[in-house]
T-cell receptor, first 115, second 116 residues
């Protein structure tokens, strides 16, 4: 079975632009989470969606938004890009959303560079 | 608050040496979950293990072993007879009701370099 897929793999944008990142979960998984990983740091939680509803949101500004589609794929949108948004964006899928500490399986990530 | 500390920023070993990666966590939850992931240069986080707080049994999987000790809030990871392919950044993560069991709190990672 295919793992979590993300597109694009790399992206270069300029400050103020908008970006959309895409994620397809493992077949049968209904939950998608997004994380931001800045160079040299651990991933930071941005959002989780389960059955097309937002289940959790991390400490990120409103410039970050996401949604989940009926086929459980997901998009992460970032508006008004800042230099500090340059990072590896990771998508993770899991069967469910809590409360059992579901194991999350990660995709290869999208490397975003903001100039 | 929940927190994961990986005090070792970088470790270098020679192939075939054993190496232990430390993970110390903080939580007020009585039920929580601990994870280890491997991140090779490609960037993808590879799942290694999940442990429940009520299961303190140590686990061995091939050359990998994990030592979970609630008394010291530690969940350490040992690689026996390390190989060059083990070179990667390793992350320890925690989830629990306080932060939302859907959300992982990651440590800052330990970069392991295995030299031939």
């Amino acid at each position: 079975d295919a793992g979590v897929t993300q597109s694009p793999t790399h992206l270069i944008k300029t400050r103020g632009q908008h970006v959309t990142l895409r994620c397809s979960p493992i077949s049968g998984h209904k939950s998608v989470s997004w994380y931001q990983q800045v160079l040299g740091q651990g991933p930071q939680f941005i959002f989780q969606y389960y059955e097309k509803e937002e289940r959790g949101r991390g400490n990120f500004p409103d410039r970050f938004s996401a949604r989940q589609f009926p086929n459980y794929s997901s998009e992460l949108n970032v508006n008004a890009l800042l230099l500090g948004d340059s990072a590896l964006y990771l998508c993770a899928s899991s069967l469910r959303s809590g409360p059992g500490g579901e194991t999350q399986y990660f995709g290869p990530g999208t490397r975003l560079l903001v100039l | 608050a929940q927190k994961v500390t990986q005090a070792q920023t970088e470790i270098s070993v020679v192939e075939k040496e054993d190496v232990t990666l430390d993970c110390v966590y903080e939580t007020r939850d009585t039920t929580y979950y601990l994870f280890w992931y491997k991140q090779p240069p490609s960037g993808e986080l590879v799942f290694l293990i999940r442990r429940n707080s009520f299961d303190e049994q140590n686990e061995i999987s091939g050359r990998y072993s994990w030592n979970f000790q609630k008394s010291t809030s530690s969940f350490n990871f040992t690689i026996t007879a390390s190989q060059v392919v083990d070179s990667a950044v390793y992350f320890c993560a925690l989830s629990g009701p306080t932060s939302g069991t859907y959300k992982y709190i990651f440590g800052t990672g330990t970069r392991l370099k295995v030299l031939a």
